[in-house]
Every structure is written in structure tokens, then in C-alpha cells.
């Protein structure tokens, strides 16, 4: 009888050492609905040194996407989500089995190329998933990675930033005669439309109060000439468009144009001026 259980206990120590390929995470950790999903990598490769995605259900039976990057120019946005949207994520995660990421929670040696990450998501079956990497990734960890990494920023591409949370939209048109600026602005008292031409001998400043709907006007048309993708830089001695927007939450982004490379370039200040001189011609 102590033969036959000294074995077992043998046996099972040889189990616990080798952990979760006998005893592997079940997927019903991932039981239910996605009710709040957080992604999180710090000192990547990336133009964002700190990066997050943050999904969040609301009462309206959507999601609320959070997506934050922190660099120079430290960067907060937030999108509407559908349940479809956030239905692919899930099974994104249950194609790459991020459930066996469970209580993942390692360090290992900085290199030139890794990073740490922190991954949590809690279901409507009261069950969560929660893992931390420093520099150390659990088993299938790049494919994942980057499946997860393509599909969240598809996410924030693909969506027009909430108008709830912008305060403040410019747009500039900078050329070596001088520069012309419009943009809408939110205060207590409203919305405001306003415009400045450098070239003006009053260098005239227009003020006019305008909706809501103007600014979602702005929106959409700026999402239509895809000014939310410009990247390159413009400088005061070379020609150029440029948009800066501004959030309830003090933070901002620019997105800049060149004219030079940028064939689209006539049309869509053509197309963005019209919009704006007909409120300063109203």
C-alpha cells in the first residue's frame, strides 16, 4: 500500500511540474459576454511609447473604445463600438486561446525589441482573464499579439472620434504668403466657428455661433478627404495643411499634410476651404 502511494504522489508532482499542458486553462474562462477588455503594452515599437485600448459595454448595449497613446504629443480618443465589433474580438481571443494566458505574470531581460504588456477582460459570467508580461510572453504570444494589435487599431481607423468629447477642431492652410486659419471651438456660451487670414491688412478675427451639427459636419468631411491618416510634418517655410483637435480631457493631436507628395493636395484644400469661407461669408 505505501508502494502504491508513494507512486501516486510521484506521479502527481510530475503532474504539478508539468502545469498546463496536463491541466490546461478551460476556455469557459471566457464564458459569456465581453463586459470590459483592456490592452495595455509599454515600450514597444511603436510611435506610441505607452499604448492602451480600453473597451467598456454601456447601457446603450454598445461599447465604448478608449484608445490612448502616450509620446510626445500624449494622444486620448474615444469611439463607439458595436456588440458585432466587439463579438470578432472574442473570437479573435478564443482563435489564439488568450484564455490560457490566465495568471500569466513573468519578468524576463529587456532587449532592443521586446516590451511588457497587461491584458484583462471580464465576462457577463462574472469570470475574468487577467495576464502581465515584463519583457516575458506566455506560449503563442506574437501571433496573438499582433492579431489582437491589427484588429484594435482597425477599430480606432475605422470609427470617427466621438463628438461628445471634442472640444476644439483647427484647421490651418499654410502657404510662404501667409496663412489662413479656420476651426470650430466650444465654450460655456456654445459652438463657435471662427476665422483668421494673415493676409488681411486687420488680420480680422470672425466669431459666429453656430450647432452641433456644423461640428459634425467638420467631422465627417474631415473623415471623407482621410485627414485623420496625414503624418507628414510641415514647417513655417514650406506649404502645407494641417488639423488640430482637442478633448474634453485636456488632451490633443495634430495630423499634418505636405503639399509636396500629396496629390490629393488642390482638391482637398479646395474642397475644406469652400466649407469653411461660406460661414465667414454668412
Request: proline content about 2%; some cysteine; overall charge negative.
Amino acid at each position: 500500500m505505501k508502494r502504491i502511494r508513494k507512486g501516486f504522489l510521484a506521479l502527481w508532482a510530475l503532474v504539478l511540474l508539468a502545469g498546463c499542458d496536463v491541466f490546461p486553462i478551460p476556455k469557459e474562462m471566457m464564458a459569456g459576454d465581453i463586459i470590459s477588455f483592456r490592452y495595455e503594452l509599454s515600450g514597444h515599437d511603436s510611435d506610441c511609447k505607452n499604448e492602451s485600448y480600453f473597451l467598456l459595454k454601456n447601457e446603450l448595449e454598445d461599447y465604448t473604445l478608449t484608445y490612448h497613446c502616450g509620446s510626445v504629443d500624449d494622444f486620448t480618443a474615444y469611439y463607439t463600438i458595436s456588440t458585432k465589433e466587439v463579438e470578432a474580438l472574442y473570437q479573435l481571443m478564443d482563435e489564439y486561446k488568450v484564455y490560457t494566458w490566465h495568471q500569466f505574470n513573468e519578468g524576463g531581460e529587456k532587449t532592443d525589441t521586446s516590451f511588457s504588456f497587461y491584458l484583462y477582460a471580464y465576462f457577463s459570467s462574472q469570470e475574468w482573464l487577467e495576464a502581465d508580461g515584463d519583457h516575458k510572453y506566455p506560449d503563442g504570444f506574437k501571433e496573438a499579439h499582433s492579431a489582437l494589435v491589427i484588429y484594435l487599431n482597425s477599430l480606432v481607423g475605422e470609427h470617427t472620434v466621438n463628438q461628445d468629447h471634442l472640444t476644439q477642431a483647427d484647421f490651418g492652410l499654410s502657404a510662404l504668403e501667409g496663412i489662413n486659419s479656420f476651426g470650430f471651438i466650444k465654450d460655456e456660451g456654445g459652438i463657435w466657428f471662427y476665422s483668421y487670414d494673415s493676409q488681411n491688412p486687420d488680420n480680422t478675427f470672425v466669431r459666429i455661433e453656430v450647432a452641433q451639427t456644423d461640428l459634425d459636419e467638420l467631422l465627417a468631411l474631415m473623415n471623407d478627404v482621410e485627414a485623420f491618416a496625414w503624418t507628414d510634418f510641415i514647417t513655417t517655410t514650406s506649404e502645407g495643411i494641417q488639423l488640430d483637435l482637442y478633448y474634453d480631457n485636456g488632451s490633443w493631436r495634430k495630423y499634418f499634410q505636405h503639399k509636396i507628395g500629396y496629390p490629393e493636395y488642390e482638391e482637398v484644400t479646395g474642397t475644406l476651404l469652400d466649407f469653411f469661407i461660406s460661414y465667414r461669408q454668412e
